[in-house]
């Protein structure tokens, strides 16, 4: 009786194994897919929260040379800075957008700028849900 039960055994398992192996493979990437796009978003929404404030009125002794050059260089600065800010604003709606799939979160996307509480607000539910 032994002598049979294991051979059978084993080829019981190696039958369910086989049959469920698709969809435990289908169900592993889904759920590490949703992970990535929780993280990317997560990611992105600090990013876009760190780039909206960026450095501005450098002291000259910082800079050096004169006050025209100064002023210049705090100029491109700012410049520098808002368009920074802009694309990881941007940045930010694309991941929310490829999250979609898997959680919609609550927020107005169609603006171009994401405002500092609905930020903080939906960062502290991407991290909730996650």
Do not use: C
């Not at 294991?6 to 019981?12: A, H, R, S």
């Not at 910082?62 to 006050?67: A, E, L, M, Q």
């Not at 700028?113 to 909730?128: C, K, Q």
């Amino acid at each position: 009786m032994s002598a049979w039960l294991t051979p059978v055994l084993g080829l019981l398992g190696a039958f369910v194994g086989s049959s469920l192996a698709p969809w435990l493979t289908a169900h592993l990437a889904w759920r590490r897919t949703r992970r990535e796009a929780f993280n990317a978003a997560i990611s992105a929404l600090r990013a876009a929260q760190v780039a909206r404030h960026f450095a501005n009125g450098v002291p000259a002794h910082y800079v050096g040379g004169d006050v025209d050059t100064v002023a210049a260089y705090n100029q491109r600065l700012r410049e520098r800075g808002i368009d920074r800010f802009v694309d990881a604003m941007h940045e930010a709606k694309l991941a929310l957008a490829a999250l979609e799939p898997f959680y919609r979160v609550s927020g107005d996307l169609d603006r171009w700028e994401i405002t500092e509480p609905d930020a903080d607000r939906m960062l502290t539910e991407l991290l909730r849900t996650r």
